[in-house]
């Protein structure tokens, strides 16, 4: 069912309806009873999308300070992710995103087993979702999934995960100095089906250096370049175990798909192909960040909706798929929201980003990655 949505424009912060942020982009206001927030309308023939992280070292930034490193004229916030261990005592979150992620045409990470997820369920068989832009700039949304293999002797072994919080069961796992200082305790906690199920204890590690074991333990923080490290589960540990310091390793890995991303985040879809993914919420209201795709992938819809304070009701995730709809996207994805909605714009003639919308928590929360505008 398709929901009717009518949507009334108010200055940003001049008498006109728009505002000029740069060539190609522009800024509105919506309100529409008690929901409001900020419409960015990104014309991708005159404007670039690339994906904010934190500088090296850090787990996560504010938009604004990751806007301002990157220089770009706006930022989102990006994937939900994971923010909270408590179901797993001593064991510290990593911050890092459920979904899949490339930058500069390199894969980041690929997802986590979807009952491992932080947020709202994925919907059946959209899984490793992420919305960004191809080769040629032009705005896509597809599914990427990991592939690959670590190979010794004549030993092969699939690769199950790429600097992910979260292993599958009985899987092994890269990680790589893109994984940057976090703990990678958490890659074994829970299971594919129930994030809080308990940490196991069937662990092992292989280091690799140059293309050989340089040993077998985790050594913590940040890997130095030229290194990775191979974290298995359960079977996958039980192959690990089998390696031997000096032992060549030759790893191969990819995020493969329909598209060839350039730069792409993970989310969950809210429509496709014109129409709302079937089972959105229509009862839980929110603060809620979302990115849609015109037709032809050459207009971005960035919208972010404040809630939960003075400001705004928020919204659920069936009205934002209507709004999405109005607004002119064909293909559009729920980012994480919350705490962690926020829409960072460098004014023109600013020096720096300021945020635009209101944050629920009363300031801007930290988060892993967002959506870049240049």
């Known amino acids: 069912m398709r929901i009717a949505l009518t949507l009334a424009l108010v200055p940003v912060a001049s008498p006109d309806p728009v505002l000029w942020v740069s060539p190609g982009v522009v800024a509105r206001e919506i309100q529409d009873g008690q929901v409001s927030g900020t419409v960015l309308e990104v014309d991708l023939e005159r404007a670039r999308v690339g994906v904010l992280r934190p500088p090296s070292g850090v787990a996560r930034a504010r938009v ?17 992710f994971d923010i909270s261990e408590r179901a797993h005592p001593g064991v510290p979150p990593t911050f890092a995103p ?24 994925a919907p059946p068989g959209t899984s490793g979702t992420v919305i960004g832009v191809d080769r040629r700039g032009v705005g896509r949304v597809a599914r990427l999934a990991l592939s690959g293999t670590v190979r010794t002797g004549a030993r092969t072994i699939r690769l199950r995960g790429l600097n992910q919080f979260a292993l599958p069961v009985g899987g092994v796992g890269l990680y790589t100095p893109a994984w940057g200082p976090a703990s990678r305790a958490r890659a074994f906690c829970g299971n594919d089906l129930a994030r809080n199920a308990p940490c196991t204890l069937d662990t092992a590690a292989v280091l690799v250096r140059d293309g050989k074991v340089a040993g077998t333990a985790d050594p913590g923080g940040q890997l130095p370049s030229g290194t990775s490290l191979l974290l298995g589960r359960e079977a996958g540990a039980a192959e690990l175990r089998t390696f031997r310091p000096g032992q060549k390793v030759r790893i191969s890995s990819a995020l493969s798909g329909s598209v060839r991303f350039r730069d792409a985040l993970g989310g969950l879809p809210l429509l496709r192909g014109g129409e709302p993914l079937p089972g959105l919420d229509a009862r839980f209201r929110s603060p809620r960040t979302a990115v849609g795709l015109a037709p032809d992938g050459r207009r971005m819809y960035v919208v972010v909706l404040d809630g939960r304070r003075e ?34 714009v460098r004014m023109p003639g600013k020096p720096t980003a300021t945020v635009r919308n209101t944050p629920s928590d009363g300031h801007e929360r930290a988060v892993p990655n967002g959506l870049a505008i240049y």
């Open 64 to 80: 604004s300070d990751m806007v301002n490193g990157a220089g770009a004229v706006a930022g989102v916030n990006g994937d939900f």
């Open 311 to 344: 400001t705004g009701s928020g919204e659920t995730a069936a009205g934002l798929a209507a709004m999405m709809l109005r607004l002119g996207a064909r293909d559009a994805v729920l980012l994480d929201g919350g705490g962690s909605s926020t829409l960072a």
């Open 98 to 121: 459920d979904g899949p992620e490339v930058a500069d045409g390199r894969p980041v990470r690929a997802a986590v087993p979807d009952g491992q997820r932080f947020g709202p369920d």
